[in-house]
């Protein structure tokens, strides 16, 4: 069992860079590998990239990449998000997810997942 709590969220002009965190508790973390979706109002769920267990590798949407960073420490039981050069189509609520798949871009295929934090980017 994991339970994953995200923070950092706010408001940001585009343009501008803005970090969000995901804190997990439990067994195991190290195992897993640690997804980022967003969902923006009135539109599905969708992946932003993951991390495998090993943090050597990631993974990222066509959408963000070369713009979002996802980094984890599994000492501390962390997921980072960050995001830079941010854009109003990046707002929405951001997840952090966790699967025992590995490299998974299915929200299908993540087992855990946190209560999101909102991240809005004002034009």
């Known amino acids: 069992q994991v339970q994953l709590v995200e923070s950092g969220g706010g408001l940001v002009q585009a343009g501008g860079s803005l970090s969000v965190s995901c804190t997990a508790s439990g067994r195991s973390f190290s195992t897993y590998t640690m997804g980022w979706f967003r969902q923006a109002p009135g539109k599905e769920r969708e992946f932003v990239g993951c991390i495998y267990y090993s943090a050597v590798s990631a993974y990222y949407a066509d959408s963000v990449k070369g713009r979002f960073t996802i980094s984890r420490d599994n000492a501390k039981k962390m997921v980072y998000l960050q995001m830079n050069s941010l854009n109003p189509e990046d707002t929405a609520v951001y997840y952090c997810?966790?699967?025992?798949?590995?490299?998974?871009?299915?929200?299908?295929?993540?087992?855990?997942w946190g209560q999101g934090t909102q991240v809005t980017v004002s034009s």
């Open positions: 997810a966790a699967s025992r798949s590995i490299g998974t871009t299915r929200a299908q295929m993540y087992d855990y």
